[in-house]
Antibody
Framework: EVQLVESGGGLVQPGGSLRLSCVASGFTFSNYWMSWVRQAPGKGLEWVANIKQDGSEKNYVDSVKGRFTISRDNAKSSLYLQMTSLRAEDMAAYYC??????????WGHGTMVTVSS | QSALTQPASVSGSPGQSITISCTGTSSDVGSYNLVSWYQQHPGKVPKLMIYEVTKRPSGVSNRFSGSKSGNTASLTISGLQAEDEADYYCCSYAGYSTFRVFGGGTKLTVL
């Protein structure tokens, strides 16, 4: 079964840091671009970042540039999102997503990040 | 990185057809045939319904179809069913600097 499982979400104070992880199974992880997509409570979807198959190219939405870092470990079929200087507006469910043909075809269940003092 | 524009809500009766529009610019929807659509039921994970404007992933009902004209993409659902009631989001590739942009979402109500 093709599956993405996220972890690492939780409660963090403004200005704090958090590292999200995602483990893939059921497909050859190293063959695909991967993305993080987030959704604030009651709001719409927002693409956050993506990374090329070999990690050589990384792209970010303007609002997280300089604060978030996407990375991957193909040997572990894992995707990561290091988040620093977190703000209230970063509070959201973060989805690990397979990026195929410029569409997001496989989604994880999401991990919730709460930014609050 | 402005969001694509979708109507906040649409509604239809069972058996009818509805269309959800997704308006972008010449920098995103108008320049690339890389529009995708997602269905999200309350409390659930989004599901890919359409990619590359018109293509359906395996397992998606042929009642769902996509199209594009100029800067506006559209999702049409024919033979509306109660299970189609959900939020729908469009997304477009937007070039090398912006990459991906979503619409604000449309709530579909089946009357």
């Amino acid at each position: 079964e093709v599956q993405l499982v996220e972890s690492g979400g939780g409660l963090v104070q403004p200005g704090g840091s958090l590292r999200l992880s995602c483990v893939a199974s059921g497909f050859t992880f190293s063959n695909y671009w991967m993305s993080w997509v987030r959704q604030a409570p009651g709001k719409g979807l927002e693409w956050v970042a993506n990374i090329k198959q070999d990690g050589s190219e990384k792209n970010y939405v303007d609002s997280v540039k300089g604060r978030f870092t996407i990375s991957r470990d193909n040997a572990k079929s894992s995707l990561y999102l290091q988040m620093t200087s977190l703000r209230a507006e970063d509070m959201a469910a973060y989805y690990c997503v397979r990026d195929q043909a410029f569409a997001f075809d496989i989604w994880g269940h999401g991990t919730m990040v709460t930014v609050s003092s | 990185q402005s969001a694509l524009t979708q109507p906040a809500s649409v509604s239809g009766s069972p058996g009818q057809s509805i269309t959800i529009s997704c308006t972008g610019t010449s920098s995103d929807v108008g320049s690339y045939n890389l529009v995708s659509w997602y269905q999200q039921h309350p409390g659930k994970v989004p599901k890919l319904m359409i990619y590359e404007v018109t293509k359906r992933p395996s397992g998606v009902s042929n009642r769902f179809s996509g199209s594009k004209s100029g800067n506006t993409a559209s999702l049409t659902i024919s033979g509306l069913q109660a299970e189609d009631e959900a939020d729908y989001y469009c997304c477009s590739y937007a070039g090398y600097s912006t990459f991906r942009v979503f619409g604000g979402g449309t709530k579909l109500t089946v009357l």
